[in-house]
Nanobody, 129 residues
Framework: QVQLVESGGGLVQAGGSLRLSCAAH????????MGWFRQAPGKEREFVAA?????????????YYADSVKGRFTISRDNAKNTVYLRMNSLKPEDTAVYYC?????????????????WGQGTQVTVSS
């Protein structure tokens, strides 16, 4: 079992930045692929970014992004702190959503929510125009 706790959400003006954190408690964090998803009101949960485990056979630590955030968001992980981060720059009003952290027991990412085994409670990000 893995417990995930997100933090760092808030209200920011368009063009601003935020950094989300997701602290993992429980089993071996470094073996998990980690992802960030978001869900806006009335919309389905969508993939934002993911990072593989550092193991070489899983393309060691490779990162992946949705087209809508590529070049603006950066995902990273600190295995010593059992934490994954999402740095969000140049935020737009359409980035407004609840952001969720997710963990996948297989070390390689997938971009659909059903592929993840554990979820955090979510953190609200609101971008004003």
């Amino acid at each position: 079992q893995v417990q995930l706790v997100e933090s760092g959400g808030g209200l920011v003006q368009a063009g601003g930045s935020l950094r989300l954190s997701c602290a993992a408690h429980g089993r071996t964090f470094s073996n998990y692929a980690m992802g960030w998803f978001r869900q806006a009101p009335g919309k389905e949960r969508e993939f934002v970014a993911a990072i593989n485990t550092a193991a070489i056979n899983y393309s060691g630590g490779s990162t992946y992004y949705a087209d809508s955030v590529k070049g603006r968001f950066t995902i990273s992980r600190d295995n010593a702190k059992n934490t994954v981060y999402l740095r969000m720059n140049s935020l737009k009003p359409e980035d407004t959503a609840v952001y969720y952290c997710a963990a996948r027991q297989v070390g390689h990412y997938v971009d659909y929510a059903g592929g993840y085994d554990y979820w955090g409670q979510g953190t609200q990000v609101t971008v004003s125009s």
